[in-house]
């Protein structure tokens, strides 16, 4: 699929107009040999969009016998898009869902009024070193979408545009922009991997209230200023802007959509528009009924799963 010329025009990239609202350097963690970097939620901004919640995962090398394993935990009021660079990471839902995501596919998990997964390195690839590079985002849902039933969308890389023209390639993950349309959102959303070689210029769209990028390798010039990898950009809206890539070229993250229908509360893998539905998945999650209870364990991985947290 090619670009869209109409929308690839230039872009004054002046330092005239400061066009960075916001500049969010992620929190890293090492989990042991393994590192993650948080952007959202963050103190400067809570979501971009509907984005509640931005993870790096890696990169990172696994020996051989080892690799992650996130036992099985719940989610209430969000969809989960978990999109790899390198890696393959096994996914297995409550609704019975058994699936491997590879690298340029997408997955997207609905929770709605709850649902419970796992996440592992598992089976065979244990047997040969690993890698793992990637990430995981929450969208937050909005008030009429909080107790939809759960559900399940694998989209596969080649069902993804993929948009190439002047040193600028994207496949765009959610939502529309560029002409062309990625795979189907809960809300309003913006969600794509752009790369560009050195001194390509790519244009974000005007037609989303929210707009941001996460840098996440190499170098970019907005409005005259450089800001490198592992940083997120957010920018004010309205503002037609363009992104430049340094001399080594650059991959970003392109993330946005409309504001939310009013802020969110977030404890642990909960989200939600009022403290009362935390409270209620909180209980329903340590009562663990299982057979008849709000949650239930994946199928297949139904041996363990993470406790709530004491707070």
Same mark, same amino acid.
């Given at each position: !699929?090619?670009?869209?010329?109409?929308?690839?025009?230039?872009?004054?990239?002046?330092?005239?107009?400061?066009?960075?609202?916001?500049?969010?350097?992620?929190?890293?963690?090492?989990?042991?040999?393994?590192?993650?970097?948080?952007?959202?939620?963050?103190?400067?901004?809570? !979501?971009?969009?509907?984005?509640?919640?931005?993870?790096? !995962?890696?990169?990172?090398?696994?020996?051989?016998?080892?690799?992650?394993?996130? =036992?099985?935990?719940?989610?209430?009021?969000? $969809?989960?898009?978990?999109? /790899?660079?390198?890696? =393959?990471?096994?996914?297995?839902?409550?609704?019975?869902?058994?699936?491997?995501?590879?690298?340029?596919?997408?997955?997207?998990?609905?929770?709605?009024?709850?649902?419970?997964?796992?996440?592992?390195?598992?089976?065979?690839?244990?047997?040969?070193?690993?890698?793992?590079?990637? /990430?995981?985002?929450?969208?937050?849902?909005?008030?009429?979408?909080?107790?939809?039933?759960?559900?399940?969308?694998?989209?596969?890389?080649?069902?993804?545009?993929?948009?190439?023209?002047?040193?600028?390639?994207?496949?765009?993950?959610?939502?529309?922009?560029?002409?062309?349309?990625?795979?189907? $959102?809960?809300?309003?959303?913006?969600?794509?991997?752009?790369? /560009?070689? $050195?001194?390509?210029?790519?244009?974000?769209?005007?037609?989303?209230?929210?707009?941001?990028?996460?840098?996440?390798?190499?170098?970019?010039?907005?409005?005259?200023?450089?800001h490198h990898a592992?940083?997120? /950009?957010?920018?004010?809206?309205?503002?037609?802007?363009?992104?430049?890539?340094?001399?080594?070229?650059a991959r970003l993250?392109?993330?946005?959509?409309?504001?939310?229908?009013?802020?969110?509360?977030?404890?642990?893998?909960?989200?939600?528009?009022?403290?009362?539905?935390?409270?209620?998945?909180?209980?329903?999650?340590?009562?663990?009924?299982?057979?008849?209870?709000r949650f239930q364990?994946?199928?297949?991985?139904?041996?363990?799963?993470?406790?709530?947290?004491?707070?």
């Open positions: !699929m090619s670009w869209n010329p109409d929308l690839d025009h230039s872009i004054p990239l002046g330092d005239g107009v400061d066009a960075i609202e916001t500049v969010i350097v992620p929190r890293a963690r090492d989990l042991g040999g393994f590192e993650v970097r948080r952007a959202l939620p963050s103190t400067q901004r809570q !979501m971009v969009g509907p984005f509640i919640f931005f993870d790096q !995962m890696g990169p990172a090398e696994f020996l051989t016998g080892q690799g992650i394993d996130v =036992r099985p935990h719940p989610h209430i009021g969000l $969809a989960t898009v978990t999109y /790899l660079l390198k890696g =393959r990471i096994h996914h297995r839902d409550s609704l019975g869902t058994d699936a491997w995501i590879d690298p340029g596919s997408v997955n997207l998990m609905l929770a709605g009024q709850g649902i419970t997964h796992s996440e592992r390195m598992d089976g065979p690839a244990r047997q040969a070193p690993q890698s793992l590079f990637g /990430l995981q985002t929450w969208l937050a849902l909005p008030l009429d979408r909080e107790d939809a039933p759960p559900a399940f969308t694998h989209v596969p890389e080649a069902d993804l545009p993929l948009l190439q023209a002047e040193g600028k390639e994207v496949r765009l993950i959610l939502g529309a922009a560029w002409g062309s349309k990625g795979a189907d $959102a809960p809300s309003e959303a913006l969600y794509a991997d752009a790369t /560009l070689a $050195a001194g390509a210029v790519l244009p974000l769209p005007d037609t989303h209230e929210d707009r941001g990028v996460y840098v996440l390798q190499g170098d970019v010039t907005v409005g005259g200023i450089t592992g940083e997120m /950009l957010v920018f004010r809206p309205g503002d037609r802007l363009g992104v430049k890539a340094g001399v080594q070229g993250m392109v993330l946005g959509g409309a504001t939310m229908d009013g802020p969110r509360h977030i404890w642990w893998n909960f989200v939600a528009s009022s403290k009362e539905r935390i409270e209620a998945a909180k209980e329903a999650w340590r009562a663990g009924d299982w057979q008849h209870g364990l994946p199928p297949g991985d139904a041996a363990e799963f993470i406790p709530a947290p004491d707070r």
